[in-house]
T-cell receptor, first 111, second 115 residues
Framework: SQTIHQWPATLVQPVGSPLSLECTVE??????LYWYRQAAGRGLQLLFYSVGIGQISSEVPQNLSASRPQDRQFILSSKKLLLSDSGFYLCAWSGVSGELFFGEGSRLTVL | AQTVTQSQPEMSVQEAETVTLSCTYDTSESNYYLFWYKQPPSRQMILVIR??????QNATENRFSVNFQKAAKSFSLKISDSQLGDTAMYFCAFMKQGGSEKLVFGKGTKLTVNP
């Protein structure tokens, strides 16, 4: 069966520090992968999606970036975090019937 | 662009009773999918139910069912025999069929099941 994991689960970082959130999927090949952000009290905002290795599409211009170095690995990064980057980040992959399956989430607090 | 609206920010229901969460959407697409996701306090998003727009029959999953009204662009979720474990945020989502399969989410409804 397919599983998705992301880490770290919780992260507290100072403003201006770098960020790396990692997501891996097991049990499937060539999945579409997504990074969403959920700010407090709000819905989910799509940040990036990828349909294959090295293929990244950005939905929202910001100081975050994403990379897909391997088929089942998706990384969210920043060189310098802003206070507004705080939130709950969710990685997801899409199944054959279109539904998304989400990881456990990573809570980022920028101080 | 597609939009999804959930007009009820918060709802509550007594255990064992039935509750309906509302969702409307706006699209010019003919082929699409609609979803309800549940986000419990643990924060992991869990797929509850899925509906293909071309299907007239409403989807059901155990105690969860939908009322899909395509002409009215309405997609409500009914939870029967509510349980304490149903307490969560519920998100309605839309996805155009084909393309990169990007989900558009509503802002969510916070459901509390009271004992």
């Amino acid at each position: 069966s397919q599983t998705i994991h992301q880490w770290p689960a919780t992260l507290v970082q100072p403003v201006g520090s770098p960020l790396s959130l990692e997501c891996t999927v097991e049990g499937t090949s060539n999945p579409n992968l997504y990074w969403y952000r959920q700010a407090a009290g709000r819905g989910l905002q799509l940040l990036f999606y990828s349909v294959g290795i090295g293929q990244i599409s950005s939905e929202v211009p910001q100081n975050l970036s994403a990379s897909r170095p391997q088929d089942r690995q998706f990384i969210l990064s920043s060189k310098k975090l802003l206070l507004s980057d705080s939130g709950f980040y969710l990685c997801a992959w899409s199944g054959v019937s279109g539904e998304l399956f989400f990881g456990e989430g990573s809570r980022l607090t920028v101080l | 662009a597609q939009t999804v609206t959930q007009s009820q920010p918060e709802m509550s229901v007594q255990e064992a009773e039935t509750v309906t969460l509302s969702c409307t959407y706006d699209t010019s697409e003919s082929n699409y999918y609609l979803f309800w996701y549940k986000q419990p306090p643990s924060r992991q998003m869990i797929l509850v139910i899925r509906q293909e727009a071309y299907k007239q029959q409403n989807a059901t999953e155990n105690r969860f069912s939908v009322n899909f009204q395509k002409a009215a662009k309405s997609f409500s979720l009914k939870i029967s025999d509510s349980q304490l474990g149903d307490t969560a945020m519920y998100f309605c989502a839309f996805m155009k069929q084909g393309g990169s399969e990007k989900l558009v989410f509503g802002k969510g409804t916070k459901l509390t099941v009271n004992p």
